[in-house]
């Protein structure tokens, strides 16, 4: 057995162990969900709790890059959405984006009011460079 052959499953495996293959084109990997089917989130919080001047949470602005796959990342949820999984090796995680945290906006608009399908299909349809702003709660 020479140093070829070895390459080739390791090479499989590494594929698999993202997993990629169930992925739908659109960049919403719902194998990721499936791990977590559940919402993460405790409970629902609503928009002005999300925007109250002092409150439990903190805002972040993300700039993620898709790549041949997408961003990396599952919205779920309304009225606001929230990032329900994250996939470790995806461009999101990579700028730091985690599970729980609420989206405010996407290229600029805001989201707080739109349930999950409306703002994957702006960020589906928008440019591959997106620019999210989002709540992430103060006490993780």
């Known amino acids: 057995m ?3 052959t ?3 499953p390791s090479e499989q495996e590494k594929i698999v162990s993202r997993g990629r293959h169930g992925s739908r ?3 919403y990997d719902d194998s990721l969900v499936l791990h977590n089917p559940k919402s993460v989130v405790k409970r629902q919080v609503s928009p002005e709790e999300l925007q109250t001047p002092g409150g439990k949470y903190v805002k972040r ?3 993620i890059v898709g790549d041949a796959v997408g961003w990396g990342f599952v919205v779920r ?3 606001p959405c929230h990032i329900q999984a994250v996939d470790p090796s995806g461009p999101a995680a990579a700028v730091g984006m985690k599970v729980c945290q609420f989206v405010v906006s996407v290229n600029g608009l805001n989201v707080l009011e739109m349930d999950y399908r409306t703002v994957s299909h702006l960020i589906l349809t928008g440019p591959r460079t997106i620019v999210m702003e989002v709540m992430e709660p103060l006490d993780h």
Do not use: L, R, Y
Request: aromatic share 6%; hydrophobic share 15%; glycine share 20%.
């Open 6 to 8: 070895t390459a080739q």
């Open 61 to 63: 602005t993300f700039t």
């Open 2 to 4: 020479g140093p070829h």
């Open 25 to 27: 084109s659109d960049g």
């Open 77 to 79: 949820g309304s009225n």
